[in-house]
Structures are given as structure tokens and as C-alpha cells.
């Protein structure tokens, strides 16, 4: 089974009252960018990596990642002026002989392999699958941004992240439909969903942020820093000859809940 990584990047960071794109903001010496596309380069089941940054980007991107990113499975395209129209982008720029997408948010650095693994496999067995987290707030909806209109059940309300991981197939004729009907949406679950098709829900993680505000950005990087120490004080125990801990992650409860999905991050 061949697995193309597909990663927009080419978001800039007007919430963060920056002008360079989110994917190059310094995260611990270096871009998100990289440490996403190193998670993504490490995983077995990935094949190739195809990446799109804005097109003032493209050569920052070529001096940031050639050093850090193995060059034989990174393909890097220009984006367009939609998160939509760089996934598309990927989606030509890829191999004829994919047989699963799975497209990866380039702010999100904290996202392990065995997140990428679980939903891969879930998507293998269903065409269609997201990584996602339980709401830990109450949801209200609102129409008008003064008055809720109503409150959905909390235990129906998820959080969406990536990956997400679709069969090649789907993938495309979902964004072909979207294309043709002039839908845009935010993300590609939405446009698999017209066509109804259903998303199954795979374990994410509460670490797994998106980079979208400067706390964001602080946050993610208090989280390397203790996965660091963990990793050290594992090391330490282990050159003791005391059995090796491998700290894990808060997964989500339920990766195949039957909930529906209330909430997109």
C-alpha cells in the first residue's frame, strides 16, 4: 500500500500578527515545518512527503529543509490561496500509484506515529478516517455571534485534527466536486462528507495542537521541552539498568465512536 503525506503549508500568521507563514516560525532552533516533516519522514508507513508553501516560500523552503528532510521522498510544490487549493496542488504533484492521502496540518508538530499509524489503519479498512479528541468545554452555536441558538449533547462533540487519511480515489473525486460546485471547505473530511461518505474517528491526541495563535506556539514548545526531559530521564534510567520508560500520550477514548462530529478545530 503507497502512502502519500500531503502537507499545506502556506498559511500565513495574520491571527499571530506576523507576516511570515506559520510553517517557518523558529520552534527550538527550527522551523515547525521541520519538526512535522521529520515525524512524518520517520514513519514506516509513509512513502513519499508532498509539501505545499506559498510561492514566497519556495526558496526559504529549499534552504530551511534540504539539510533536515530526506530529499528522495519530499516533493515540494507551490500552494494557491486556499488551504484547499494547495491540498489539490499536493494531489497533482504526487505519484500516479497512491493508494491513501493522508494529509497533515504543517503546524502541528506534536503529532505522533502512533496517531499517524491508527488512523492510517482505520482509514485502510474504511476509505475514510480523521484523527480526533472528545470536547472537553460545552459547544454552543450561535448564527449571529450575539445570541446561542442552541447546545449540542457535549459527549456528541469531537474535536478534529490531523491526519487525516483518505482512499486516493475519494480524495480526488472529493475535491473535484468541491471544485465544480465552488465549495470551500475547512478542511478535507468536509468535502469527503458531501459526498456522502461517512469519516470514522481514530484516536487523536490533547497535545496534538495546531500552531494558530502565539500561545499556541508557546505551549507547543513547553511540551518538546518536557518530552525532551522525559526522553532523558528514560536514557538515564535505562543506562542504570533500570527497565526504559516510554512516556505515552493522552489518547482520546473510543477511536471508533458512532458520535457524530460537532466541532472542527
Known amino acids: 500500500m503507497h502512502v502519500a503525506a500531503i502537507v499545506p503549508a502556506a498559511g500565513r500568521g495574520r491571527r499571530m500578527g506576523m507576516g511570515q507563514s506559520k510553517a517557518f516560525l523558529p520552534l527550538q532552533g527550527k522551523p515547525v515545518l521541520a519538526h512535522t516533516l521529520h515525524v512524518l519522514g520517520?514513519?514506516?508507513s509513509i512513502d513519499e512527503i508532498v509539501v505545499a508553501v506559498g510561492e514566497q516560500d519556495l526558496d526559504l523552503c529549499g534552504r530551511e529543509l534540504s539539510s533536515r528532510v530526506n530529499a528522495d521522498r519530499l516533493r515540494v510544490v507551490a500552494g494557491g490561496s486556499t488551504r484547499q487549493e494547495s491540498v489539490w496542488n499536493c494531489l497533482l504533484a504526487?505519484?500516479?500509484d497512491v493508494d491513501l492521502y493522508l494529509v497533515h496540518d504543517a503546524v502541528r508538530p506534536l503529532v505522533t506515529?502512533?496517531?499517524i499509524e491508527s488512523v492510517i489503519?482505520?482509514?485502510s479498512e474504511t476509505g475514510a478516517a480523521v484523527a480526533?479528541?472528545?470536547s472537553k468545554?460545552?459547544?454552543r452555536l450561535s448564527r449571529d455571534g450575539k445570541f446561542f441558538c442552541s447546545t449540542p449533547e457535549r459527549s456528541t462533540v469531537w474535536i478534529i485534527q490531523t491526519p487525516q487519511v483518505f482512499s486516493a480515489e475519494l480524495l480526488v473525486k472529493a475535491h473535484e466536486a468541491a471544485a465544480r460546485d465552488g465549495y470551500v471547505g475547512t478542511d478535507d473530511a468536509a468535502l469527503v462528507e458531501r459526498l456522502g461518505v461517512r469519516v470514522a474517528v481514530a484516536s487523536g491526541s490533547y497535545e496534538n495542537i495546531k500552531i494558530t495563535t502565539r500561545e499556541d506556539l508557546a505551549l507547543?514548545?513547553?511540551?518538546?521541552?518536557l518530552r525532551k526531559e522525559d526522553e532523558s530521564r528514560a536514557g538515564a534510567r535505562n543506562d542504570a539498568g533500570q527497565p526504559r520508560h516510554n512516556p505515552s500520550l493522552r489518547y482520546a477514548e473510543g477511536s471508533r465512536s458512532d458520535h457524530a462530529v460537532g466541532a472542527s478545530e
Open 94 to 96: 504526487a505519484s500516479p
Open 137 to 139: 468545554d460545552t459547544v
Open 121 to 123: 489503519s482505520l482509514a
Open 220 to 225: 507547543v514548545e513547553a511540551i518538546l521541552k
Open 42 to 44: 520517520m514513519c514506516e
Open 113 to 115: 506515529h502512533q496517531i
Open 132 to 134: 480526533a479528541v472528545p
